[in-house]
């Protein structure tokens, strides 16, 4: 095969790739098997390590799959896998056939370790340390899951919804409506600022994000100083052209020093391309380069002090800033949650908060929209981390498609069984904000859609009945907090369950009907 054609395959196996991933980030017709989602992600760097960290599985040696990769071609994981560094290749293109942009063409940039090399250690600190915040943050997958899960997906739906506005007024019900819960603006700025970013760097600079910013590129960097192929300059006939110097996106060949530095090489093979005199070879490395780039304990002892110094600011804020989480929208008697509910299969807001990436796969994926992207319900340490939004949704008491999806085992799959006893939370009444007291009159709303029958009615005034909760067997899956219709308090909601309980099976006459998708509220 000649070396031209090693692009074409690095553009048609990234395309593909890409617009699988995407598609299990935007589908909202759930129509993608299972089975789909651990063949596809397991090759994802910062999920496939956190698995094997955490749970030793076959879903885990991704990571070890990239480094081998790695050791042997190079980066391939950033130009041929991963969605992030994709969607800066469409981004560089797509500015390419811009009349204006055309102009910006690439060079060589000298290496900046000191801000990959912190990053780098960030990102480390956050693994050992657990402060997921800080990996979710950098890690490349979970950005590119933000970005399509707030930014993308919602456009896809809303035009959907418009299509099927449009068909259904000729009676033609391909499409259908789908509801859109709306997220917390802080999050989608941070959504925003990523997506503006990366699109910056990608139209001016290329892949600058991959190597100033990202820990992984940095990281496999690393190995790719080992690597068994490398791209190299043929000095006997290099003309100096700096043909290959303008279509490199890493910005790593060094016309001048005809040195190609690759470990910060993507290998997007653009420069095999354009060489006229075949002066750029991808083969086996046959020498050492020497390493001129200064070693991370080189720099300035000033720039250390204060990465250190913004570590420890991070890590502490990460552990005190945690606050009781109001519920919004409460009636006169004001009601807080202490704990926020995690998913089922989660085990704990500890494991969740320590394994979690807040990739916003089970957000995407989630059936009910009862999961959302978390503000201040973990405390700083899980912001934008999936939590269970009863006015948004409620657990389906069938569902296990989070445990399904979860590229990190942050939220386990389990069977049907253990989940309908898993109980993340317990219901709380507050009678002083429920109609039969405010008003008078009955309601019922809370019990009739209760699955366990935790909630049930029992008298109260004359002909009233009121909710009442049995502790031991609700599940906490919100179904009657997101059923209960006052306006514009709740009467009822769920206190979560720091570390996950097994609630007690409900008597079969006690379960007389399972929570239904659609509420009458």
Same mark, same amino acid.
């Given at each position: ?28 017709? @759930? ?22 960290? *955490? ?33 800066? @290749? ?70 959907? *919804? ?8 000729? @009676? ?6 789908? @509801? ?11 959504? &925003? ?65 005809? *040195? ?34 200064? &070693? ?68 995407? %994926? ?112 919100? %179904? ?17 369950? %720091? ?23």
């Amino acid at each position: 095969m000649k070396l031209a054609a090693l692009k074409k395959l690095r553009v048609v196996f990234s395309i593909l790739y890409f617009l699988l991933i995407l598609t299990l980030f935007i589908d909202f017709t @759930d129509i993608i098997p299972e089975k789909i989602y651990d063949s596809v992600l397991f090759l994802q760097f910062v999920p496939s390590l956190l698995t094997l960290v *955490n749970i030793f599985t076959i879903t885990g040696i991704g990571f070890l799959i990239i480094i081998i990769l790695n050791i042997f071609f190079g980066r391939v994981y950033c130009s041929f896998i991963c969605p992030l560094g994709i969607m800066q @290749d469409i981004f560089s293109y797509i500015a390419k056939k811009i009349r204006r942009l055309k102009r910006y063409r690439y060079a060589y940039i000298k290496p900046l370790h000191w801000i990959r090399y912190s990053f780098l250690g960030i990102f480390i600190i956050g693994l050992i340390s657990g402060i997921t915040v800080l990996i979710s943050f950098l890690d490349p997958y979970s950005i590119f899951g933000r970005i399509v899960s707030g930014l993308i997906r919602p456009v896809v739906v809303e035009g959907n *919804n418009l299509l099927a506005s449009v068909f259904q007024k000729f @009676d033609i019900y391909t499409f259908y409506v789908v @509801d859109l819960q709306p997220q917390h603006w802080q999050v989608m700025i941070v959504s &925003a600022f990523f997506l503006l970013l990366i699109l910056l760097f990608s139209v001016f600079k290329g892949r600058l994000y991959c190597n100033t910013i990202c820990p992984v590129g940095t990281l496999l960097g690393f190995f790719s100083r080992f690597s068994v192929f490398k791209i190299n300059i043929n000095k006997n006939t290099c003309t100096s052209c700096k043909l290959c110097e303008k279509v490199c996106k890493a910005g790593c060949i060094d016309i001048p020093e005809q *040195n190609v530095e690759f470990d910060r090489c993507i290998n997007c093979f653009n420069c095999l391309t354009v060489c006229p005199f075949d002066s750029i070879q991808y083969s086996l490395d046959r020498k050492i380069t020497k390493q001129e780039s200064p &070693a991370p304990s080189e720099q300035n002892p000033n720039n250390r002090r204060q990465f250190f110094a913004l570590l420890a600011l991070i890590f502490a804020a990460g552990k005190s800033w945690s606050q009781d989480i109001e519920v919004h929208d409460t009636a006169t008697f004001p009601t807080k949650r202490k704990v926020a509910v995690s998913p089922p299969g989660s085990d704990s807001i500890e494991h969740f908060n320590s394994v979690c990436t807040a990739c916003h796969l089970c957000v995407s %994926a989630c059936p009910t929209h009862v999961l959302q992207p978390a503000y201040t319900d973990y405390g700083l340490i899980g912001f934008m981390q999936p939590v269970m939004d009863n006015h948004a949704g409620f657990c389906n008491f069938d569902c296990v498609k989070c445990g399904e999806v979860c590229p990190t085992s942050a939220i386990q799959l389990l069977d049907l069984e253990t989940k309908r006893q898993t109980q993340i939370g317990i219901a709380q009444f507050v009678k002083q904000n429920c109609i039969v007291e405010t008003e008078g009159t009955n309601c019922g709303a809370c019990a009739e859609h209760c699955p366990t029958k935790a909630v049930r009615m029992v008298p109260y005034h004359g002909s009233l009945v009121i909710p009442e909760v049995t502790d031991n067997i609700c599940i906490g899956c919100g %179904a009657c907090e997101y059923a209960c219709p006052t306006t514009p308090h709740k009467a009822i909601y769920v206190e979560g369950n %720091a570390i996950h309980q097994r609630a007690q099976k409900p008597e079969e006459k006690e379960q007389e009907r399972e929570v239904e998708d659609d509420f009458p509220f």
